[in-house]
């Protein structure tokens, strides 16, 4: 690119494959020079031209229109249109009433859910806010806002890096880049230029935005800024996904479709029947079709579903599961396929030496991360380091030739510098050397640092023993220096095809491998140079193995998902090698099948959409990797949760059914788009919340076969009443009290429910399945007939035996109320049986739900006040004791047909419950 570059030059910058060109090219293709960097004119210009080197954003929504959003979904359409109802027909302190609920609903969706755009903010909070530039000649802090293609930036440890970056020079040179690749460890940056189809995980010549550098020094040409960075492609794609609705919330649809369908069908039917064969008058039908719908619309369930979600949202907090969406609760138990990032979910993301590989055998390294403590064993036997020479010769050399530090702050161990030299010093301390003591007693009188073209680190000591120097590096690079190795007691010359087996063993179980040799110096020089380090001479003391050890509890919570029914998909940045190889630590099921990103590019949809159910671990795997497997598993039929911790996973997060995000180590722009954030950072607590997500649901489903019969019973008896030619049973206004009691005191009771013991045991249920099963249907339409007769029986009993209407009608209202407080403990365990101490015990909320249903009841039947309100008379003891016997005949019932499944076989498909 020329000074005074154009818009063709604006074209040719987004489309070029800098990785794949020299350093001196892409200075010349950029217009610029490597010593004195843009002037500020040709700046001003590329900045008018390109524009400010930030990421693009939507206009966000005001808090006004975040508000109403919460409304949209079909829970609150159905209370709005039962409040309406209400309303209609003059019951103004109940519509009201359900107007609170859905002021309170919208209240929790404001507060707790997450918005998308928020998620593009966690992104551009990556950019770090001033950096080095080279202008004019002169180096300036500036704004990284401020960057255009074109200017030449240097990069120091601790640094952000600004844009993405074509390195012009670099010296020991390592970033990380695992929020952006998944890559578990810093990666060796070099300016050499690579293939045209270099992976960006493995483009070493590049530094790209938002990355940071770990150790060395580099400078670099600015060759992408803002929205063309590789932050800002997967800002933009980001901004292109629409998350989904939940299973729950596409069934309750749905179903709110079908259901309202019905009531207009039948209360239509029932008007027309009414009028033209019963001859009743248009406004005593009207009345009775209005009744019909109060009756059909479950106005509470809405509320219900709402607190049993929010209960779900309590517990998963206790368990260190934070829900910025309250139906991700719920969508979380209907998972069938967790897709994971490996790094920083699976695995520590910290460092740790696994093997010391010595000429003599294999020593095993206990405990995993920066901690400085852990066993030493040998074919399984306890080894003190203590009494080994030659394993505190290696420790010496990892300690000694190594610029990291380890600090303590509370029971925590934290790095300063590399985590591979990390690793390398809590081996050393494990071992029992103290660095601070080790360190003064060989003080360093020179180094060569690491740097990716000779692969290895230098150093010399001297101490009263002599001066020596240790090498460390990449086994390659180290071993051709070596001309003996270290043995127990003595020395002996190296056996290189020895060493090259035991390298290709570590490395094909996905080890970073390291390393370490001594040499002492014939005099005691003050200089360390080249020349002397590559005429070899050194002593091979030993190889150091180490990954990113999994987490223990993740291990566990990989086997109680697959017993659960639930499968694991690994997707990581990492090498094939190294991801097979966690999988497999993980208990994934042997044998473990990877697939690689170029393979992925390979394939069509229907090709990827074949090979993903034998396939547990997708490595290399970039962004749009991720998207398009989740999107693959959503189309055959899954529903899909993914975590995730880096910007690399914010896409796929937000396309996800449920999208979990790691709270700690995560960036702020996994944790935007995720729906769920792990305070803990622990993956065990996933499988606690799938946990809870079944219970809940359960518990939804628990709720919704209580009420409907309620509803079922109700309706049934105004069109018997039609068909009949009789006065109506119940008024609207007694109905909404009877669905008041019954969904306040009682339904809500069901969120409470304690899990099934076999609820993680159980296979996800199927995601096509309805909301309303078969089985729910039957036992709704089973209750509901029996609600039904009873009521009607008792209601002309009472007219016969010369009871007033409002009597009978009071009869009525407390036989609804009475039955379904004995139901409530059938629906406790849907399949099995509920005689014994845990069906009547187990849940102190039901206990208190059954007494104040009792006590209202009581006021509606003896107080004045509520008798002249609803029209409803005392009772005699004698009618007490008939709607009791129906509870119970009732409870019986039930509890007969619960058995007569049980012994031909048939569970309570759908119930989420055990028949045992």
């Not at 074209?11 to 843009?38: F, T």
């Not at 690793?423 to 007693?441: C, I």
């Amino acid at each position: 690119m020329r000074n005074g570059a154009t818009e063709h030059d604006a074209a040719e910058h987004r489309a070029g494959l800098w990785h794949a060109q020299p350093a001196d090219l892409v200075l010349r293709r950029l217009g610029v020079d490597a010593g004195s960097g843009l002037d500020d004119t040709e700046a001003a210009h590329r900045r008018h031209l390109f524009g400010r080197n930030l990421l693009p954003s939507r206009p966000a929504r005001g808090p006004l229109r975040r508000f109403l959003s919460q409304c949209n979904n079909v829970l609150i359409y159905l209370l709005l249109a039962a409040s309406a109802i209400t309303f209609g027909i003059g019951d103004h302190l109940d519509a009201a009433v359900i107007l609170v609920v859905v002021l309170i609903n919208a209240v929790v969706g404001f507060l707790q859910e997450g918005n998308a755009e928020r998620a593009l903010q966690g992104i551009r909070s990556l950019l770090p806010f001033n950096t080095t530039v080279l202008r004019e000649g002169q180096g300036r802090q500036l704004p990284a806002a401020e960057l255009v293609p074109g200017d030449i930036v240097h990069l120091a440890p601790g640094d952000k890096v600004p844009a993405d970056v074509r390195l012009t020079t670099a010296r020991g040179l390592r970033i990380d880049e695992s929020a952006l690749t998944g890559e578990s460890g810093a990666v060796d940056k070099n300016p050499a230029p690579l293939a045209d189809d270099t992976v960006i995980a493995e483009r070493s010549c590049m530094a790209y935005s938002g990355t940071i550098v770990r150790h060395g020094s580099a400078a670099g040409v600015v060759v992408a800024t803002g929205a063309v960075t590789e932050i800002g492609r997967i800002s933009s794609l980001l901004n292109r996904i629409e998350p989904l609705d939940t299973p729950l919330l596409r069934k309750l649809a749905a179903f709110g479709r079908a259901l309202t369908g019905a009531v207009l069908a039948v209360g239509s039917a029932m008007f027309a029947y009414g009028t033209l064969v019963r001859g009743n008058s248009v406004a005593e039908m009207f009345a009775a079709a209005v009744g019909f719908a109060v009756a059909s619309v479950p106005e509470g369930l809405p509320a219900v579903i709402t607190v049993t979600l929010a209960i779900g949202v309590r517990r998963m907090a206790r368990r260190r599961a934070i829900v910025r969406r309250l139906p991700a609760v719920e969508a979380l138990g209907a998972v069938t396929v967790i897709c994971t990032d490996k790094t920083g979910t699976l695995t520590r993301n910290e460092m740790a030496v696994r093997q010391v590989i010595t000429a003599d055998g294999i020593l095993d390294v206990g405990a995993a991360g920066y901690a400085p403590h852990g066993r030493f064993t040998c074919a399984g036997a306890d080894v003190d380091p203590n009494t080994q020479a030659h394993l505190r010769g290696i420790a010496l050399a990892c300690l000694l030739c190594n610029d990291a530090q380890l600090h303590q702050r509370g029971a925590q161990w934290e790095l300063s510098g590399d985590p591979t030299e990390g690793a390398l010093l809590s081996m050393a301390m494990k071992a029992g050397l103290d660095a601070v003591r080790e360190r003064a007693a060989h003080p360093r009188v020179d180094v060569i640092p690491f740097e990716s073209e000779h692969g290895y680190m230098a150093t010399l000591h001297v101490s009263l023993g002599g001066a020596r120097v240790f090498l460390k590096g990449a086994p390659e690079r180290v071993l051709p220096l070596c001309d003996s190795e270290s043995r127990l007691g003595r020395d002996a010359p190296v056996a290189v095809p020895a060493w090259q087996q035991r390298i290709a063993v570590a490395a094909g179980q996905g080890m970073r491998l390291i390393a370490v040799a001594m040499r002492a110096a014939k005099a005691q020089p003050a200089h360390l140079n080249f020349p002397d380090v590559q005429a070899g001479g050194f002593t091979l003391l030993g190889i150091l193995a180490m990954v990113d050890a999994p987490r223990e509890e993740a291990v566990e919570a990989v086997a109680a998902c697959l017993a659960a029914g639930i499968r694991v998909k690994m997707i990581t940045g990492d090498h094939p090698a190294t991801a097979a190889a966690i999988g497999e630590q993980l208990g994934f099921p042997p044998p473990v099948r990877t697939l690689g990103g170029a393979q992925i590019d390979a394939m069509d949809d229907a090709a990827l959409g074949a090979v993903l159910a034998a396939t547990d671990v997708f490595a290399r795997a970039t962004p749009e990797h991720k998207l398009r497997l989740v999107r693959a598993l959503q189309a055959g039929g899954a529903v899909v949760a993914m975590t995730g911790d880096g910007v690399n996973d914010a896409p796929a997060l937000k396309r996800a059914d449920v999208g979990v995000a790691m709270g700690g180590k995560g960036t702020e722009a996994a944790k935007e788009a995720a729906q769920i954030v792990l305070a803990d950072d622990n993956f065990a607590t996933l499988a606690a919340s799938v946990e809870e997500g079944r219970v809940v649901y359960d518990n939804i489903r628990k709720s919704i076969v209580f009420t409907l019969p309620t509803n079922g019973g109700e309706a049934g008896m105004l069109m018997l009443a039609v068909l009949l030619g009789i006065t109506l049973p119940v008024t609207p206004v007694q109905i909404l009290w009877v669905n008041m009691i019954t969904e306040v005191s009682l339904s809500l009771a069901l969120a409470f429910e304690p899990p099934e013991e076999n609820v993680m045991r159980r296979a996800p249920r199927d995601p096509g399945e309805p909301l309303v099963t078969g089985f729910l249907v039957w036992r709704i339409v089973f209750v509901s007939l029996l609600m039904m007769g009873g009521c009607v029986g008792l209601y002309l009993w009472e007219l016969g035996h010369g009871a007033s209407l409002a009597q009978a009608r009071t009869v009525v209202v407390n036989t609804l109320v009475i039955s379904h407080v004995a139901y409530l403990f059938n629906t406790r365990r849907l399949g099995a049986s509920a005689l014994c101490r845990e069906g009547f015990t187990g849940n102190r909320v039901a206990l208190l739900g059954m007494l104040a249903a009792l006590l209202c009841q009581g006021a509606l039947t003896y107080w004045n006040p509520l008798q002249a309100w609803f029209g409803t008379a005392a009772l005699g003891w004698d009618a007490w004791a008939r709607i009791a016997g129906f509870g119970v005949m009732l409870f019986l019932a039930v509890e007969s047909e619960k058995a007569w499944r049980r012994r031909r076989g048939r569970p309570a498909r759908g119930a989420g419950a055990s028949v045992t």
